[in-house]
C-alpha cells in the first residue's frame, strides 16, 4: 500500500510540475506557477511518505475557496464551448476562469486525499505510543 500511495503522489506531483510549465504562457503566470509548484512540492513530499498536516490543510481550503471561486455558472455551457472550440487557446475569460477553477479542484482533491492519510497516521501513531507522543 506504502509504495501505490507514493508511486500516486509521485504522478501528481509530476502533473503539477506540467501544469506549471504550460502556466508560462498565461496572462498572470506568477501566480498560477506558484500554486502548482506548490502542489508539487505537497505531493512530492506525501510521495516521501511526509505529511505536513498544517501546510496541507491550508492549501487544501485556499484551494476550494478557490475553486468555487472560479466555478463556471453552467458547466454544460463550458464543456460546450470546449468541446466546440477543439483547441486549448483562450477564447473568453469564463473558459479561462472555469479552467482555473477545475485546476484549483484538482489540487485540493489530491492534497486533500494526502491531508486524510496524514490525519489517519498521526492518530495511528498517538494512539500506538499515547497523547503526549511528538511524532
Not at 513530499?45 to 468555487?68: Q, V
Not at 463556471?72 to 473568453?92: G, N, R, Y
Not at 494526502?114 to 498521526?122: D, E, F, M, V
Amino acid at each position: 500500500m506504502k509504495k501505490g500511495v507514493s508511486i500516486f503522489f509521485g504522478i501528481w506531483s509530476l502533473l503539477f510540475i506540467v501544469s506549471a510549465l504550460l502556466q508560462l504562457n498565461d496572462i498572470d503566470p506568477w501566480v498560477w506557477v506558484s500554486i502548482y509548484l506548490i502542489a508539487a512540492a505537497m505531493s512530492g513530499y506525501a510521495a516521501m511518505g511526509r505529511y505536513p498536516l498544517l501546510p496541507l490543510g491550508i492549501i487544501t481550503g485556499l484551494c476550494l475557496i478557490g475553486s468555487f471561486y472560479y466555478f463556471p455558472p453552467c458547466v454544460s455551457e463550458w464543456v460546450a464551448q470546449e468541446w466546440q472550440q477543439q483547441d486549448l487557446t483562450m477564447k473568453t475569460m469564463a473558459m479561462e476562469e472555469a479552467r482555473e477553477s477545475f485546476g484549483l479542484f484538482l489540487i485540493a482533491l489530491v492534497l486533500g486525499v494526502a491531508l486524510l492519510i496524514g490525519l489517519k497516521r498521526k492518530k495511528r501513531i498517538r494512539s500506538k505510543y499515547g497523547p503526549n507522543h511528538l511524532g
